[in-house]
Nanobody, 117 residues
Framework: QVQLVESGGGLVQAGGSLRLSCAAS????????MCWYRQAPGKQRDLVAA????????YADSVKGRFTISRDNAKNIMVYLQMNSLKPEDTAVYYC??????????WGQGTQVTVSS
């Protein structure tokens, strides 16, 4: 089992920045990739950014050039999402996700990000 705990959400004005953090623990050796998803009210949960064990990254088109995903494997796994130039449409609950080599998904509890105009 993998446990994920997010932090760093909050309220910010448009154009501002936030940094989300996700701490992974448990059977972290089983993880192949770490991702951030988001879900706005009434909408589906969408992939925002992903990073593999090798450090390869990919981003949703809507956040390219504004968001950066990174990870620190020093002890357990820490994954970060640096969000710059935030827009009201970035408002959502952001979820940390870990995907295992067997295709099992683990989810954090989510953290609210609200961007005011």
């Amino acid at each position: 089992q993998v446990q994920l705990v997010e932090s760093g959400g909050g309220l910010v004005q448009a154009g501002g920045s936030l940094r989300l953090s996700c701490a992974a623990s448990g059977t972290i050796f089983s993880i192949s990739a770490m991702c951030w998803y988001r879900q706005a009210p009434g909408k589906q949960r969408d992939l925002v950014a992903a990073i593999t064990n090798g450090g390869s990254t990919n981003y949703a088109d809507s956040v390219k050039g504004r968001f950066t995903i990174s990870r620190d494997n020093a002890k357990n796994i820490m994954v970060y999402l640096q969000m710059n130039s935030l827009k009201p449409e970035d408002t959502a609950v952001y979820y940390c996700n870990a995907r295992s080599f067997k295709g099992i998904d683990y989810w954090g509890q989510g953290t609210q990000v609200t961007v005011s105009s």
